[in-house]
């Protein structure tokens, strides 16, 4: 079992025993917007640590959105073997480059 196993056993385990003062179980509580809104801004701090010159602050951001996504993961009973079988999928295509996207020219 790998640390991002171990990360959503614990959280499914605070979705299923809610712990009074449990960041987890807070999040379970409020509900998916507030998952999701957790989620857009740990993306963003992602990107704007990726703009800096710590990489440990880059890594600290990334496993923060990793912890957010294992909790979306849970609320919407997606298990990380269920993504790595697409990760696995999507591994074996090769010479799968996509063109670029054409400029947006109306708004």
Do not use: C, Q, W
């Not at 009074?20 to 809104?37: N, P, Q």
């Not at 990334?62 to 079988?85: F, G």
């Not at 999928?89 to 996207?101: G, I, S, V």
């Amino acid at each position: 079992m790998n640390e991002f196993e171990m990360l959503y056993d614990t959280v499914i385990d605070r979705k299923e025993n809610p712990e009074e003062g449990s960041y987890t179980s807070y999040l379970f509580a409020k509900g998916l917007d507030k998952i999701l809104k957790k989620i857009g801004e740990e993306s963003t701090e992602v990107i704007i640590a990726s703009l800096g010159e710590s990489k440990e602050d880059l890594i600290n951001e990334i496993n923060d959105l990793m912890y957010h996504l294992a909790v979306l993961m849970a609320e919407k009973d997606i298990t990380p073997a269920e993504v790595a079988e697409v990760m696995k999928k999507r591994a074996e295509k090769t010479h799968n480059l996509k063109p670029e996207r054409k400029p947006v020219t109306n708004l």
